[in-house]
């Protein structure tokens, strides 16, 4: 007997699974000027301007744990995972819709404290909350975030506009979130069953926070503005620096090579990952929800580029047909692969 | 010893609970026209335009069930929900971005049927679909659905612009889609445990297509529009008559009488809320989702909205502090109450 066919997500992945579901899907409206397959849709607002839109769902234990998560930080990073998405696109993010599913174990206090820190963020980064919806959940907490922007459609920057030789360039510095992820982690299975757990965070606040209440990077789209410096190509690391780079490389045609020495990581971020035996590099390759900038400036803007004192170059685009590629000091390749999605379900 | 208060939501209520939420949030951008408390945001397009963005957020257990509602319905009645929160500020829906969270008991053809059924809705209403977010779950499917629309901002209708003596008018007919969903409950109960359970649904049809693959009524905004009709208010009837018309006559500060007997209620809803021992006038008023408009014209234009042939008048708008009432054909006023989330949580 023939049996339906079932293919397990896992098998596609993430990206395979987008492909494959929203392949059949043509735009049919002239104000439709991207859709899927970067870091927010755009949409015709006027001639020389257009509204950027992305969303993006958090689910209570996948996303999230609230053993360890206040739900201050949590309505806190809510916006930030939004407003980055947007920020990624070269716009800045104006409004915020939200959509929250909540199952009767939260109080309305609690949601209070989610609300105040959405409301932190948003003073923070100037976004209006214009919207939302509200519903029952069975169990646990669910978000789902919209965010809007607003850009000159010149100064938008999309993910497939990198050529051959450009920097790569990245903000901050990555594995932080993933290390104080980690941490959290350890610290919930060691006291599991203990009656007053205390536990220890002292000297890690950097990478707690960085994983808790992260903050989206306006500072960096705003100073891109100042200097006049329009990338060629950028989108938010929120996947890991290889699954993002990899991202950007496909829609770009291109292919990259970063050096493993220039990858930014903080001190805090190596403490943590040789006290607890992990490698920090694949902490900031594949760790995700750093949320901050990866984007490509053509060679002759290093120097401005680098004035920001905003960025680190780690390496260069090269040519189409190419793979990315992390080079290590002893000069070998190792090629990148996409980690996320795929191991989560 | 002091405890922290805690309120349940149930205490407050959906509409409680959101401006409890969102009252400390004041627009700071000005493109941001109309923030929470419409069917969607409304944002500064250029001097003319707006755009509107709406998001919605279903949760399986809550908003539906798997045992009985099919996933391509459940794609196109997603489209539906988005479209209708556009279409209820006088709109065209153009875009729209999904979000999905997905556990693993979903396979990738399953997900290929849900987004057959957007695919649908979205060819008939003319929709890109032009982003979104996937996610794991730990349990079921939970899918957010963010429409985007464009309006002049001179044609764009609000909640709150009722006034004394407007007709108020509702398109299709109500309680349908609450009676679909009453026949699925007992059929999913009655064959709990038969082994090839055969559901009688013979003669019901209609309501389970109300209820299972609504239609967003852009045909009502086209028609309106050729008609150079503007209507003064304006809601998508999606929590149940009586709920949708206490929120457009809180907006507008006014009140209403509407007359039972002239309630839009079809003949398959009678039948079979006879046959279930239910009243279908409080289907009609408390029901919800029915996905049908409510809106308000000046007097003037009774005679113009008539002949569209797509509305019944039910009442009328009164003064403002007066309340909502519903008349009975003996001519006694039975107050209105909003009914809904208070009793889901």
Chains 1, 2 share one sequence.
Do not use: W
Request: one cysteine or more; glycine letters at 8%; a negative charge.
């Amino acid at each position: 007997m023939e049996q339906n066919k079932r293919t397990q997500i896992a098998e596609l992945g993430e990206f395979g699974l987008i492909d494959k579901l929203t392949g059949a899907f043509a735009p049919r409206n002239r104000t439709t000027l991207r859709g899927v397959g970067d870091d927010a849709a755009v949409i015709a607002a006027s001639r020389s301007e257009a509204t950027l839109v992305s969303t993006d769902l958090l689910m209570e234990g996948i996303d999230f744990d609230l053993t360890y998560f206040p739900l201050k930080h949590l309505g806190y990073k809510t916006v930030t995972v939004g407003a980055s998405d947007i920020l990624a696109m070269n716009a800045l993010p104006e409004q915020l819709l939200l959509s929250l599913g909540v199952s009767s174990k939260f109080s309305v206090e609690a949601l209070q404290e989610f609300y105040e820190g959405v409301r932190l963020a948003c003073e923070e980064l100037n976004i209006d909350l214009a919207g939302g919806d509200t519903t029952a959940s069975v169990t646990g907490l669910t978000v789902n975030v919209t965010a809007i922007g607003r850009a000159r459609r010149s100064d938008i920057v999309y993910r497939n506009g990198a050529k051959p030789n450009d920097l790569i360039c990245i903000t901050g510095n990555l594995g932080a979130a993933y290390m104080g992820l980690q941490l959290l982690e350890r610290e919930k299975r060691v006291l599991h069953d203990v009656e007053n757990p205390e536990p220890q965070f002292a000297g890690h606040e950097y990478l707690l926070e960085k994983y808790l209440k992260p903050r989206a990077r306006r500072d960096v789209i705003a100073a891109l503005a100042e200097e006049k410096l329009r990338p060629t190509a950028m989108i938010d690391l929120s996947d890991g620096l290889a699954s993002d780079l990899m991202q950007l490389c496909k829609a770009s045609d291109c292919g990259a090579r970063i050096y493993l020495e220039r990858i930014p990581i903080a001190r805090q971020t190596h403490q943590l990952a040789e006290e607890m035996h992990t490698d920090p590099v694949v902490a900031a390759l594949n760790g995700g929800q750093d949320h901050e900038l990866l984007f490509t400036v053509p060679l002759s803007m290093q120097e401005q580029v680098m004035r920001l004192g905003l960025v680190d170059v780690i390496g260069h685009i090269t040519q189409p047909g190419t793979e990315c590629y992390l080079v290590t000091p002893d000069g070998s390749d190792i090629r990148l692969k996409a980690q996320g999605f795929k191991e989560e379900i």
